[in-house]
């Protein structure tokens, strides 16, 4: 039963539990999918790790550490790069984007601080950012 909007359904559980890494000693004594429903409830609503619900029944730091943990193991690139390229072999595409494009702006920029340039075209200090980034055979947005 969904206690949160964010919390995983059964279908999505079945299809990123596979990436979740199997312990080596005795098994968790932690539902790795309620573990999976706190990080993805902080992520969505941008609460602090203190103020997570209490219908999640453990700590606020286990789901902290596991996020982190899994970071490090490389769990969310390896399930991001799977979920890509599912969604892009039901869309009827190559597994793989063969192309990207990045494209950058200028925007006027004060001399109060920050980052920035002269742009010898507009006469004017400017800051300027990337829009895109191709990383794996994934597209990032940057902000």
């Not at 039963?1 to 312990?23: G, V, Y």
């Not at 193991?73 to 597994?95: C, E, F, S, T």
């Amino acid at each position: 039963m969904k206690r949160f909007e964010t919390d995983l359904t059964d279908e999505q559980w079945a299809e990123i539990q596979q990436f979740i890494p199997k312990t080596r000693t005795k098994p968790r004594s932690i539902d790795m999918r309620e573990v999976l429903n706190a990080i993805l409830y902080v992520l969505k609503t941008g609460i602090q790790w203190r103020f997570l619900p209490k219908e999640f029944l453990f700590h606020y730091t286990t789901a902290n550490k596991y996020l982190r943990h899994f970071q490090s193991l490389g769990v969310w690139d390896a399930m991001l790069q799977a979920l890509v390229k599912k969604a892009r072999k039901k869309a009827k595409r190559k597994p793989y984007p063969t192309i990207g494009i990045i494209d950058s702006q200028s925007v006027s920029h004060s001399n109060a601080g920050g980052i920035s340039g002269y742009d010898a075209n507009k006469k004017k200090r400017v800051s300027s950012g990337t829009s895109l980034l191709i990383r794996k055979g994934t597209c990032w947005w940057l902000l």
